[in-house]
């Protein structure tokens, strides 16, 4: 049977482009190695240990998710290597200018990117940015020169520069200032932390799934044929590579990708040292590899790390570590590749490869999907 599209991925990426397939009565099958992918929520431990937060302008990941607490950004406490200041405190209120010209030039790029956002459903990352030349800077422009252009020096390295390396892994020298902007939204507008019914997506899925790897894909004559690790060959007229960019890059040719950055994430129990335990979340510098920490709803922590050896009495007067999940390829962040969203009139890619975070994805799975069922006889 050659089917209409075959998915692979069940990530943010692949979940969002095979449901608006299954809405629009394309005949698909997904396949994928895990469900989720990068939406790693842990429902016996109540935690994310891949994708932490959601935002209230992610129209599209948000359906496959379910928001759980709000992060309440007035209870963080911002460390550097000479002291640290809660956002609450005399330090935040030195810094109203600073913070007001963030909030602006903010406003501007997010009133741009909502704009961008939209067109990226109907037309390419590319095509979107032909239209946005303010987008198309921020694309390949590095994020600390942006922020010298808009004297942002000291508002990004006292807040904006620990929230984004909360959300990267990296300094500000490696990603772009459109993964910066991204990202920074998060401080402005509300984020949640979340949880996602893995029952839920298995019934919308349906027979469509097949929990597997895809180790081979050939195309001939329009027809696709992929087989998997567990040696099912299945063909379509349509595959959406919705897997990571290092895993897409091997099937397709893709050239250039950005480069990965590391995350280790722990779950502990114990108690936060003096100085750590006064606010829910605490955000280091660049300089420190423990990247912050987080206060779960049942008082347990999450510690992010960019290095898997984590010094965990360094921040706990007692701990004891319920699970880590360690990131090899956590995101791709570094770097101004550009990987394009179809390969020839049948093989699409989606995925996080041109822009971080579950949202960007998602909107690159409703892309694909929309150009295929385009395609297909009504
Ligand atoms: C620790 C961490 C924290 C993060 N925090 C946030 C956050 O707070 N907010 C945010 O927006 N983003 C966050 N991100 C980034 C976000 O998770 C990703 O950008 C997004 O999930 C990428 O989605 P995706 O569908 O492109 O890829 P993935 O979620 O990685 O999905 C790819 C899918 O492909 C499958 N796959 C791979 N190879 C094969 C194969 N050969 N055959 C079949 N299937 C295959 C995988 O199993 C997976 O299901 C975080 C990421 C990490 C790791």
Redesign the pocket.
Known sequence: MVHDVVV???????LSCAKRLIEGGADVRV????L????AYDAGEAVNF????VMSNYHHAEKLVTRRTRINPLSCRFHDADGSFATLSGHTVRRIPGLARFALVMARFMRHYSTFKTNCEYMSQREAMELDPYIARLFVQPASEFIAAHRLGAVAEDYVSKFSYA?TGVDLDSITALDFCNVSQGLLVPIHRFSVDEQAIRGWLGQAYLQD??VAHAEQDGVHTLSTAGGVTLQARNVVF???AA?TAQFLDLGEIRRTCQ?Y?LHVRGRLRTGLDGEAMNLFPFSSPIIFTAVQDDGSVLVYSREPEVDLDALFVRHELVSRRD?DK??YVSGRAYVEQQYGPSTYVA??HNG????P?AISGVYAARQILKTLPR
Request: glycine share 22%; proline share 3%.
């Open positions: 692979i991925g069940a990530g943010s990426a692949g396949v994928s190695d895990t989720g992918g990068r939406l891949g994708a932490y937060f959300c790897t895809v919705a897997t990571p895993v995350l994430v990131w956590a995101m995925g996080d971080l975070g579950l949202e994805a």
